[in-house]
T-cell receptor, first 112, second 113 residues
Framework: GDSVTQMEGPVTLSEEAFLTINCTYTATGYPSLFWYVQYPGEGLQLLLKATKADDKGSNKGFEATYRKETTSFHLEKGSVQVSDSAVYFCALSDRAGNQFYFGTGTSLTVIP | DAGVIQSPRHEVTEMGQEVTLRCKPISGHDYLFWYRQTMMRGLELLIYFNNNVPIDDSGMPEDRFSAKMPNASFSTLKIQPSEPRDSAVYFC???????????FGSGTRLTVV
């Protein structure tokens, strides 16, 4: 079945460091891909999305490119801030819209 | 829009008691989802509704759990009787289109002692 696999955390970075959180997917057909962020004590928020191959989603300095050839949707940010400390979830919606799958989440802590 | 509103934010109850969690989705969203989040199992989909009708409740752990959506602006998740292993954060989410662009509420942190 369809699924997403994301790198295990926790990840700890210094402020202004470069961030990559890996996400790969398994799906039949062409799913839509998402990154959600969960700040402490809050619900998940949609961070960015991409609906077809080679699309790049971006928001708040974060980017992710839908790579069909490598079945990946890695999250990147060039310079992280302390306020980016959160848990990041990769997610997939199958093309038919019948199923939605979350990854296990990757905890990010940014230290000053 | 105020977003998805859940209440209460925190609930502490004794084992065996009935617990009711509430959710108000975003107006106009036809899909409503209940998720449970724990450290051990991550995010689990419990049930979802389309136009107030339950579509898939295969994630509901057992008969002690029930969910209703009497109208487009309100849903409840009830646990009766509650057990310590039900302790978790319960999230409600809504969306305009199925499985696309969920908006989550802030969650209800349930502790059963």
């Amino acid at each position: 079945g369809d699924s997403v696999t994301q790198m295990e955390g926790p990840v700890t970075l210094s402020e202004e460091a470069f961030l990559t959180i890996n996400c790969t997917y398994t799906a039949t057909g062409y799913p839509s891909l998402f990154w959600y962020v969960q700040y402490p004590g809050e619900g998940l928020q949609l961070l960015l999305k991409a609906t077809k191959a080679d699309d790049k989603g971006s928001n708040k300095g974060f980017e992710a490119t839908y790579r069909k050839e490598t079945t990946s949707f890695h999250l990147e940010k060039g310079s992280v801030q302390v306020s980016d400390s959160a848990v990041y979830f990769c997610a997939l919606s199958d093309r038919a819209g019948n199923q939605f799958y979350f990854g296990t989440g990757t905890s990010l802590t940014v230290i000053p | 829009d105020a977003g998805v509103i859940q209440s209460p934010r925190h609930e502490v109850t004794e084992m065996g008691q009935e617990v009711t969690l509430r959710c108000k989705p975003i107006s106009g969203h036809d899909y409503l989802f209940w998720y449970r989040q724990t450290m051990m199992r991550g995010l689990e989909l419990l049930i979802y509704f389309n136009n107030n009708v339950p579509i898939d409740d295969s994630g509901m752990p057992e008969d002690r759990f029930s969910a209703k959506m009497p109208n487009a602006s309100f849903s409840t998740l009830k646990i009766q009787p509650s057990e310590p292993r039900d302790s978790a954060v319960y999230f409600c989410a809504s969306s305009l289109v199925q499985n696309y662009g969920y908006t989550f509420g802030s969650g209800t942190r349930l502790t059963v002692v």
